[in-house]
């Protein structure tokens, strides 16, 4: 039995061939390389769909000091939105970092690192792009009602966040009648 290093799983290990086969709990029969190979492209695909997220609001976010009520808005609102401004530009860059990580490590045989540690990137991504969503919410709502009601929508839209992006998909995890995927 050997534990895997990108998904910290005991698996069951064989050699055919010469490579090392494990065999994961889904019933999945790969190499490590293997399955390195498969973890990068369906991490990809989640970067991909976050990007656009993140790109469309920071362009919406970026278009703002262009209209006309910009001027109208407080000091606070004004803080809120350089901050948003600020936690955009950082979650768009925590969402193309695997990219640049992949260019450096391309050939060099290091894709259970560059999965790992891309892994832990998207997921800080995502908190950020949480804080960015909620927000967003904060300072559209002050503007629109008052700040009153732009807390309570805020901090009603980060549980909401918090709760489909981070305890949703541990309580699935630790759900011991559904199946397991590395």
Known sequence: RCLTPAEGRLSQGRREGGLMTTQVSDGRDESADERSDRNWAELLQELRVMQMGVQILTGFLL??????????????????????????????????????????????????????????????GVLVLAFVVTGTVLLV????????????????ALVLLVGLWFVLPRLVARDPSSPASP
């Open 63 to 124: 278009t703002l000091p262009f209209q006309q009520r910009f001027g109208d808005l407080d000091t606070v609102q004004t803080g809120v939105y350089l901050a948003l401004v600020a936690l955009a530009v950082l979650s768009t860059g925590l969402f193309v970092t695997p990219v640049s990580l992949h260019r450096t490590l391309f050939r060099r045989h290091r894709k259970t690192t560059l999965v790992t540690l891309s892994d832990r990137i998207a997921r800080l």
């Open 141 to 156: 709502v002050d503007v629109v009602v008052d700040r009153t009601a732009a807390l309570w929508s805020s901090g009603c």
